[in-house]
Each structure stands twice: as C-alpha cells, then as structure tokens.
C-alpha cells in the first residue's frame, strides 16, 4: 500500500519528481541543517567579533595607561638626569675656577638683608684665596672653613645664618621640576 499524503490545500499544480519520498524528505532535513548551521555559525562569528571587540577595547585601555605611566616615569628620570648633568657641568665649572664668587658672594649679601652690618663669610680655603683680594665693606670678615666645598657660602648674621649650598640649590631645582611635573 502506498503511503497517503494529506493537503491543507488542494493543489494548484503538480509536477513529478523522480526522487522517492525518503530522499525529498532527507533533502528538505539537509536543507533545514544547512540553514541552522549558517545561522549558528553567523551567531557564532558575532560572539567572537564581540569578545574580540571586548578584548581589544580592554588592551587599548591598558595600553593608554601605561602610556600615561611611561610618560610620567620619562619626565621623573628626565628631571634626575637633567639635575645629574646640571650637577656635573657646575662641578667641572667649580674645579676649573670658572665661576664668578665674587659676584655670588656680593648677591648671598644682598639677599641677607642686613644692609651694612657686620657679616662673617665662611668659605672653602681655595675660595678665600680668591675672594680675599676684592673689596668688602668694613662689617664683613672671612673665615675659612675647609669643611665647604668649593663655591658654598655661609654668611654668618646676627639674624642668623644664610647659606649658599650648591648641593642644596641643585636638589631645590629638583624637587621644583618634579612638583611642577605632579
């Protein structure tokens, strides 16, 4: 007995096909797997574009702090180096004699602000040695101290004492550059 097929509809036209009704049925099943496997894939290939997004949404983040760290690391250690070849330079200067004490010296008094009173300049020896010659009001005296580097001055006021340190003037240029960096 051959199978029956029921119609919602009568037919509006009939052709004949030479394939049996398992194979229509095995192609319309190929079919249906066909465009579930598109459909899947397709589905698939967005969670992927979207993780993908995801993650490189995620790396340019990091890429941009690090970025901003680095920059910040580069002004610090531009600053160290600058302060460190400053440090260098003025050495060179101090050691070669090339440095105009005597004009350091007459702004340390100035900037004291104690106008004519009396003054003790403590100096490294081979700085009296230059600066002795030139000449100082009545109030101020030499003293020499071996324990100043070079190109240091301390004035000795009787409002107290004021003091001209390489070594400190570089390192307030330091934390200056930084704070300004901050």
Same mark, same amino acid.
């Given at each position: 007995?051959?199978?029956?097929?029921?119609?919602?509809?009568?037919?509006?036209?009939?052709?004949?096909?030479?394939?049996?009704?398992? %194979?229509?049925?095995?192609?319309?099943? +190929?079919?249906?797997?066909?465009?579930?496997?598109?459909?899947?894939? #397709? +589905?698939?290939?967005?969670?992927?574009?979207?993780?993908?997004?995801?993650?490189?949404?995620?790396?340019?983040?990091?890429? #941009?702090?690090?970025?901003?760290?680095?920059?910040?690391?580069?002004?610090?250690?531009?600053? #160290?180096?600058?302060?460190?070849?400053?440090?260098?330079?003025?050495?060179?200067?101090?050691?070669?004699?090339?440095?105009?004490?005597?004009?350091?010296?007459?702004?340390?008094?100035?900037?004291?602000?104690?106008?004519?009173?009396?003054?003790?300049?403590?100096?490294?020896? %081979?700085?009296?040695?230059?600066?002795?010659? +030139?000449?100082?009001?009545?109030?101020? $005296?030499? +003293?020499?101290?071996?324990?100043?580097?070079?190109?240091?001055?301390?004035?000795?006021?009787?409002?107290?004492?004021?003091?001209?340190?390489?070594?400190?003037?570089?390192? $307030?240029?330091?934390?200056?550059?930084?704070?300004?960096?901050?």
């Amino acid at each position: 007995m051959a199978p029956t097929i029921r119609l919602h509809a009568p037919p509006s036209g009939v052709h004949r096909l030479h394939s049996s009704l398992q %194979e229509v049925r095995d192609a319309h099943v +190929a079919t249906i797997e066909r465009e579930a496997f598109a459909q899947g894939f #397709e +589905a698939g290939r967005q969670e992927a574009m979207d993780s993908g997004v995801k993650a490189l949404d995620k790396a340019i983040a990091q890429l #941009e702090q690090r970025a901003g760290e680095a920059s910040k690391e580069l002004g610090q250690i531009s600053v #160290e180096l600058g302060v460190e070849i400053a440090r260098a330079l003025v050495q060179v200067q101090i050691e070669a004699g090339d440095y105009d004490l005597e004009r350091i010296l007459r702004s340390t008094l100035a900037d004291s602000g104690i106008g004519r009173g009396d003054v003790v300049v403590h100096v490294n020896p %081979e700085d009296h040695a230059t600066i002795e010659a +030139a000449g100082f009001r009545s109030g101020t $005296t030499f +003293a020499v101290d071996p324990s100043l580097p070079r190109g240091d001055v301390h004035l000795a006021t009787p409002r107290g004492l004021l003091v001209r340190d390489v070594e400190d003037i570089l390192s $307030t240029v330091r934390e200056q550059l930084l704070e300004d960096l901050a």
